[in-house]
């Protein structure tokens, strides 16, 4: 039989087309809402809880079960971390239930209401129904929106007679498959612990106790009543937490247990309570309940048989789970935050003798510039002039950090190979020397349409082609990116390109400034990657673009208000240096705003090139130069905050002050303001004017 000859290279490129689909389906966004709270936490990398709801649903009668919710919750956030109640309401996930959400969940009867473990999820949401998530369900759900750590009262388990029902509980086999820690009182005291234990240990599930002796604690009880032990106990949630940061670090794919005895006070006596749990057996047994059902009868019924101290023992132990396990989140969170700025952020050195680079777009723009004193969108012709320049963030920037005499800056971007493409690499000389033309793709191109004052009333841009500014790209200048005094990003680069970019900067211990270009990339940089905590020092945003911002980290900004005013817009500012240590906003006619860790009279860096830092103080710098209403000026604002931001990159590599860096950002971008061109080449008249 004749042997087809194999194309390796075809069958190669159809498995990349494969795994190519199946991480884009993978990578859908995941069908639950954050809770606003959660939400934040999540930006800002602040510990959080995940909370089952179970105990909502099928755990408690109502009122007991809201109130609980609602302990709950505040016993994570009396410990510094962040709740995130888990659960399914018509159908949609929650990380993080409101109160609504909550209510309904407590209010609606446990028939109506599903006992949602991992089999049931997807047919909840696809029929749009009320869930209690179990402890399988909340791990699974804790697991996708990337939170490691939660709270229960107790697990499920291997079941009593289960050699007979096979009845085992999904929280034993979601542990061994999922990597999130569950803090609990142990196995639920109605179940088998031996056999439980036993089971989790097959499954490779760390078992730690967290307390004063190795003695396994039996929910209600603060031991079983075999006095059971496990072999591995830690004193504290500092010590647990080195645990699962350990486990997190290694990225072993099973869960933890730790085990958190429930509070003396509360204990009930093990030999009453294995007496009482005998009889609620029997009594399951005779009424033939079975299944996912058992559980919740099985509470309801001790709660009857001990007159109410299993419910009462039930809630003080769900409240001390929450809390420790709030603690042991608190720590990860400072041990990573320790890690972080040991390694990288403190370490970010400005080497001044080096040159920067500037990674983003290279455009060729066109504007239309309208003569008349209003636009009127209703089709007339309107009077005017075009002119067309080479532009584009990066490209500006590097032009004019040129011009002002930083000769050895570099551009790292894409052009097609095209008349325009060739006309860009011209303008920078040998800065143009890393921008790369491709052969299949047009220069990206923008046409801006401007008023008789050169203030842009909107823009269409051919961008498609800075899609090729990509992490291979930047393995070819990786060398030059490694060497830089400091990194500029802006705002049109790919996601993947900014995390490259932003982890090659950490690895190199190089501060990095990133311009936003418009409101919807305003926050681009932030949900690149963590490493942003890193190496990020500046960011140059509008008024518009840091409202943006401050939105995305939770700052609250008025919304009843289409223009804030100068004080508003400063408090939004100084909150954002809580996250980034200089922020430079332009603020048109009123100036630029400078909110930095420093005082105005002091520099960025420091002699060593560390940046310096105190408390957050602000300062707004008026502007050299003002559009006036006589039309036959010229005016072009497209240029003047790149020109603002190299002056004050200039300034930092003069080892100027920041007043100083300031006066000559302001200076270039007056300078660009009253030219045709966004980077005007009276700009190098600046180069010697290095004490402004």
């Avoid at 709950?72 to 018509?90: F, Q, S």
């Avoid at 009868?297 to 001390?320: D, K, M, P, V």
């Amino acid at each position: 039989m004749k042997m087809q000859r194999v194309n390796f290279r075809s069958l190669l490129d159809t498995v990349k087309r494969i795994n190519s689909t199946n991480r884009r389906a993978s990578n859908k966004c995941k069908p639950f809402i954050y809770g606003r709270d959660v939400e934040i936490a999540k930006k800002n990398g602040l510990p959080i809880v995940a909370l089952e709801s179970t105990i909502i649903t099928h755990g408690m009668p109502y009122p007991d079960n809201l109130e609980t919710a609602i302990k709950v919750e505040e016993a994570v956030r009396k410990k510094g971390a962040v709740p995130a109640t888990i659960g399914i309401v018509n159908g949609q996930m929650y990380v993080g239930l409101m109160e609504e959400q909550l209510q309904i969940l407590a209010k609606s009867s446990s028939g109506g209401t599903i006992k949602c473990s991992h089999r049931d999820v997807s047919t909840v949401i696809a029929k749009k129904l009320n869930g209690g998530t179990t402890v399988s369900a909340t791990m699974l759900i804790a697991n996708l929106a990337g939170l490691p750590i939660m709270a229960t009262g107790g697990i499920g388990g291997v079941h009593r007679g289960a050699e007979s029902t096979f009845d085992i509980s999904t929280d034993l086999i979601e542990l061994g498959r999922t990597p999130v820690a569950v803090v609990c009182s142990g196995i639920k005291s109605i179940l088998d612990i031996e056999k439980t234990l036993e089971y989790l240990e097959t499954q490779g599930v760390p078992v730690i106790k967290i307390g004063e002796t190795n003695r396994f604690p039996a929910f209600y009880c603060t031991e079983t009543f075999q006095r059971t032990e496990v072999p591995h106990r830690v004193s504290d949630a500092q010590e647990a937490a080195k645990i699962l940061k350990a486990q997190m670090e290694l990225g072993l794919r099973t869960g933890i247990l730790f085990a958190v005895p429930i509070p003396e006070e509360y204990a009930l006596n093990p030999k009453e309570m294995e007496s009482a749990i005998c009889n609620a057996l029997e009594i399951a047994k005779c009424r033939n309940i079975s299944g996912k059902n058992v559980t919740p009868f099985l509470l309801e019924e001790l709660n009857q048989i001990t007159r109410g101290e299993s419910l009462r023992a039930n809630i003080a132990l769900i409240e001390n789970n929450a809390s420790m396990a709030a603690e042991i989140s608190v720590n990860i969170a400072e041990r990573s935050s320790e890690s972080f700025h040991g390694t990288n952020s403190s370490q970010c050195v400005f080497h001044v003798e080096r040159s920067p680079v500037v990674i983003g777009g290279a455009i060729m723009d066109t504007v239309l510039q309208v003569k008349d004193s209003e636009i009127k969108d209703d089709g007339r012709t309107h009077a005017g002039r075009s002119r067309e320049s080479c532009g584009g963030v990066g490209r500006n920037i590097a032009n004019a950090l040129i011009s002002l005499g930083l000769n050895a800056t570099r551009l790292i971007s894409v052009v097609g190979n095209d008349q325009p493409g060739k006309a860009i690499i011209k303008s920078l000389g040998d800065a143009g020397k890393t921008i790369e033309q491709l052969s299949n793709m047009n220069t990206a191109r923008c046409t801006v349409i401007i008023d008789y004052k050169g203030e842009c009333h909107f823009a269409i841009g051919e961008m498609e082609v800075l899609a090729g500014i990509n992490p291979d790209l930047m393995k070819k200048h990786q060398s030059l990116v490694e060497n830089a005094s400091i990194i500029v990003l802006d705002g049109n680069l790919p996601l993947d390109t900014i995390r490259y970019a932003l982890d090659l900067a950490a690895h190199s211990k190089i501060p990095v400034w990133y311009e936003p270009t418009d409101m919807q990339k305003a926050t681009k940089v932030f949900e690149a990657k963590t490493e942003w905590r890193h190496v990020l020092h500046f960011i140059s945003p509008n008024r518009d673009e840091l409202i943006v911002i401050g939105k995305y980290f939770g700052i609250k900004v008025p919304d009843n208000k289409l223009i804030l005013d100068l004080e508003e817009v400063k408090a939004i500012a100084e909150q954002v240096a809580e996250f980034v240590p200089v922020v430079i906003s332009t603020l048109g006619s009123q100036g630029v705003l400078v909110v930095r860790k420093a005082l105005g009279n002091a520099p960025f860096y420091d002699k060593e090139g560390k940046l310096i830092t105190h408390s957050i103080s602000s300062r707004l710098y008026p502007p050299l130069s003002f559009i006036s209403d006589d039309p036959n000026e010229t005016y072009s604002v497209s240029g003047c905050g790149d020109c603002l931001t190299s002056g004050i990159i200039y300034g930092i590599h003069k080892n100027l002050d920041e007043t100083d860096c300031l006066s000559l950002g302001l200076k270039a971008a007056a300078l660009s303001l009253t030219s045709l061109d966004a980077v005007p080449a009276s700009l190098s008249l600046l180069s010697n004017d290095t004490k402004c």
